[in-house]
């Protein structure tokens, strides 16, 4: 009797975590016990503690890969509306020459037609750099098609067309990389799905593209949208300092984007200084001067838009021999 008896008090202490390892373990937690805790003798309680909140994830960025593998400077030569200082702007003419003057990405802007077709082209409207008139989005891709989008700036690129996303995107792949800029005025208000942005995020994956892009916009819902859409495609948020005073860890963490384009001559020192803090890769536009490319470069920055690849191309093959 007096075996099972204490066997029943022995249980009893184990359920009610009043063992001495118990009651050790509550001391532990508690920070009580011995001489400043609880009496000679007993154990105390176990205490409720909860359990410590999880560090925070770090979200890994999708990565860019370029289609370059032979391109060896740490800044990249990002050809702004492909060489548009040469052949014009948005046009499978200034891409080429862009890819063939060394950049290894090309930037270009896209907006929607009447009848839903990703078309690119810089403008709202159709008279800056085509025979046509009035809005794109007034325009079915036919009537576009008919266009001449190149004859404005020399007589050799007349018949020039505006190209769709989608043809681009097949020019492209295997070749070189492209930075999406989604035009403030393509963007619906409240349209998430069938708006712009699922148009493109559509196009990327069925042309293979979606790890050889930078999607950016002004408009930084676009740049949540496509987040949203496909979180493996790299976004990054364009930036106007007079229009958006908050910090820049801020704009990148709201959207949230891989990374941050703004023009050179907001790029201070510290900004820079705060990127590098924050691990968030700064793209400058747009600097076709060679004195101006180098001070980008001198501030640390990842890449630079410029209308003029061949000019930046030979500074940053300056600045690699020395």
């Not at 576009?144 to 004859?151: E, F, N, R, S």
């Not at 963007?187 to 994956?205: A, C, D, I, N």
């Not at 979180?231 to 229009?243: D, F, K, S, T």
Request: charged share 25%.
């Amino acid at each position: 009797m007096k075996n099972e008896r204490r066997r029943k008090q022995a249980d009893n202490r184990a359920r009610h975590g009043s063992t001495p390892a118990a009651g050790a373990r509550a001391k532990a937690i508690s920070g009580r016990g011995g001489a400043g805790g609880s009496r000679p003798g007993r154990t105390s309680p176990p205490v409720a503690v909860a359990a410590p909140a999880p560090a925070p994830k770090v979200a890994r960025r999708p990565v860019l890969v370029l289609f370059d593998r032979d391109y060896r400077h740490a800044v990249l030569n990002i050809g702004h509306r492909g060489a548009s200082g040469h052949a014009p702007e948005n046009t499978v003419a200034a891409f080429g020459l862009a890819t063939r003057m060394g950049a290894p990405m090309i930037e270009l802007d896209v907006q929607v037609s009447r009848d839903g077709h990703v078309v690119v082209i810089h403008d709202a409207a159709l008279e800056r750099t085509t025979t046509g008139h009035g809005r794109v989005a007034d325009h079915t891709l036919e009537e576009l098609k008919a266009l001449d989008a190149g004859g404005w700036f020399s007589a050799r690129f007349a018949g020039e067309p505006i190209p769709t996303l989608r043809e681009v995107l097949v020019w492209a792949r295997g070749r070189v990389a492209l930075n999406i800029e989604i035009k403030t005025e393509a963007v619906h208000p409240t349209r998430e799905y069938g708006g712009v942005e699922s148009k493109v995020v559509g196009l990327l994956r069925r042309c293979g593209m979606r790890a050889h892009v930078l999607v950016s916009s002004f408009n930084h819902v676009a740049v949540r949208r496509v987040r949203r859409l496909d979180g493996a495609i790299p976004v990054a948020v364009l930036h106007v300092g007079e229009n958006d005073p908050r910090p820049l860890q801020e704009i990148v963490a709201a959207a949230p984007a891989d990374q941050f384009c703004c023009a050179l001559s907001e790029l201070t020192p510290s900004l820079a200084e705060k990127a590098r803090r924050w691990r968030v890769p700064v793209n400058v536009y747009t600097v076709n001067e060679p004195d101006e490319m180098r001070r980008a470069i001198a501030l640390g920055v990842s890449g630079i838009f410029t209308n003029y690849p061949d000019r930046l191309a030979q500074v940053l093959q300056r600045s690699r021999t020395g």
